[in-house]
C-alpha cells in the first residue's frame, strides 16, 4: 500500500501537482513529517514544497521543523536534517508562548530546539536532533515560559542533550524566567554559578532559596510528620532533603544554605562561617563543624 502510495504521489508531482497549493487541513509537507515518512518528506522537499511556511495561530503555528524534532525514533533525526538543509532560521518560533501564562513580551514560542530539549523519552534520537539544530546554530539563549533548551533538557532528564548544549555554548548561568530561576541550570553543571541573584517570591535570594520555596509550595509533603506519609511521599520526602542537602554545603548559612529572610551570625569561635538559626549552629556544630572549628585555618 505504501509503495502503490508513493507512486502516485510522485506520479502527481511529475504531471504538475503543486505541494504548496492545498493547506486544508494542513500543507502536505506536514502531513509528510507527522507520518514519519523520510522517504515522502525528501521527495516533496526537491519538489518544491516549502518548510518555511508554519500552521494558523489557530494551530499553534508550528512549522515543519518543530513536528520533526518531535518525532520518535530514528527517522526525527533524519527528517530534521532534511529540513534544516531547506530552511533559513532554525530558530523560528510557534505561537505557544500564551499556553500557561500571560505572554512575556521578551520572550516568544518554543523553537525547534525547545521541542527536541523538552522530549522526556527517546532521549538518544532526542540528543541528535538537539546536536543538528545546534550544528546549524540554532539559539540556545531564546527563552520559553521560562526556560532555556538548556534547563528543559535538564528537567527532562536528558543527559546526552544537556551535554550536546554544553559543547554547543549553552550558558549554564543564562538568567531564566521568574517561574524558573537558574536552580536547574546550577544543579546541572560545576561551572554554573550557585550564589547568582535568582527571583524568590518577590525577592531575591539565590538557587538555594528558590529550592526551598519551591519545596515548601508542596505543603503536605513539606509539613506533614514522617510517620504520617505513604511509602511514595516518604520517598519523595528523601529525595527533596537529598537535593537540598547537596546544594547547601559550604553557601551562606552553613548549615540549611539559606539566606533570604535569614540574618546570619557567624561562628562565635572561628567566625569563618554563618548560621542563620542556633539550632542550625548547633547542627551543624554535632555534624562536622566542632572538627573543623578546632582544626584552625
Given at each position: 500500500r505504501h509503495r502503490r502510495r508513493l507512486k502516485t504521489l510522485n506520479l502527481l508531482l511529475q504531471r504538475?501537482?503543486?505541494?504548496?497549493?492545498?493547506r486544508?487541513?494542513?500543507?502536505?509537507?506536514?502531513?509528510?513529517?507527522m507520518a514519519a515518512d523520510s522517504e515522502v518528506v525528501r521527495t516533496l522537499i526537491l519538489s518544491g514544497a516549502r518548510c518555511d511556511t508554519p500552521?494558523?495561530?489557530?494551530?499553534?503555528?508550528?512549522?515543519?521543523l518543530h513536528i520533526a524534532a518531535a518525532l520518535p525514533g530514528p527517522a526525527g533525526?533524519?527528517?530534521?536534517?532534511?529540513?534544516?538543509?531547506?530552511?533559513v532560521d532554525p530558530d523560528a518560533?510557534?505561537?505557544?508562548?500564551?499556553?500557561v501564562f500571560e505572554p512575556d513580551e521578551k520572550e516568544g514560542g518554543r523553537t525547534a530546539l525547545h521541542i527536541a530539549c523538552q522530549r522526556e523519552s527517546?532521549?538518544?534520537?532526542?540528543?541528535?536532533?538537539?546536536?543538528?539544530l545546534l550544528s546549524h546554530r540554532a539559539s540556545t539563549d531564546l527563552l520559553w515560559r521560562g526556560h532555556s533548551p538548556l534547563s528543559l533538557a535538564i528537567a527532562s532528564g536528558?543527559?546526552?542533550?544537556?551535554?550536546?548544549?554544553?559543547?554547543?555554548?549553552?550558558?549554564?548561568?543564562?538568567?531564566?524566567?521568574?517561574?524558573?530561576?537558574?536552580?536547574?541550570?546550577?544543579?546541572?553543571?560545576i561551572n554554573a554559578d550557585m550564589l547568582m541573584p535568582v527571583a524568590v517570591g518577590g525577592a531575591v535570594g539565590t538557587a538555594v532559596d528558590y529550592a526551598y520555596s519551591s519545596f515548601n509550595q508542596d505543603t503536605y509533603i513539606a509539613r506533614t510528620p514522617f510517620h504520617a506519609l505513604n511509602i511514595q511521599e516518604r520517598k519523595i520526602l528523601k529525595a527533596r532533603q537529598q537535593l537540598l542537602s547537596m546544594m547547601v554545603d559550604l553557601l551562606f548559612c552553613y548549615q540549611c544554605g539559606r539566606s533570604l529572610s535569614v540574618k546570619l551570625i557567624a561562628c562565635s569561635h572561628c567566625h569563618r562561617v554563618f548560621y542563620c538559626s542556633r539550632s542550625c549552629k548547633l547542627k551543624a556544630w554535632d555534624e562536622r563543624h566542632k572538627l573543623e572549628c578546632m582544626s584552625g585555618p
Open positions: 504538475g501537482a503543486d505541494p504548496n497549493r492545498a486544508v487541513p494542513m500543507p502536505v509537507i506536514f502531513l509528510a513529517v500552521l494558523p495561530k489557530a494551530k499553534k503555528g508550528l512549522y515543519p533525526p533524519r527528517i530534521t536534517e532534511m529540513l534544516l538543509h531547506t530552511i518560533r510557534a505561537c505557544d508562548q500564551d499556553d527517546d532521549h538518544e534520537n532526542a540528543s541528535e536532533v538537539v546536536a543538528l536528558n543527559d546526552l542533550a544537556v551535554e550536546e548544549l554544553l559543547k554547543g555554548g549553552a550558558d549554564p548561568n543564562l538568567p531564566l524566567g521568574p517561574g524558573v530561576g537558574s536552580a536547574l541550570c546550577a544543579l546541572a553543571n
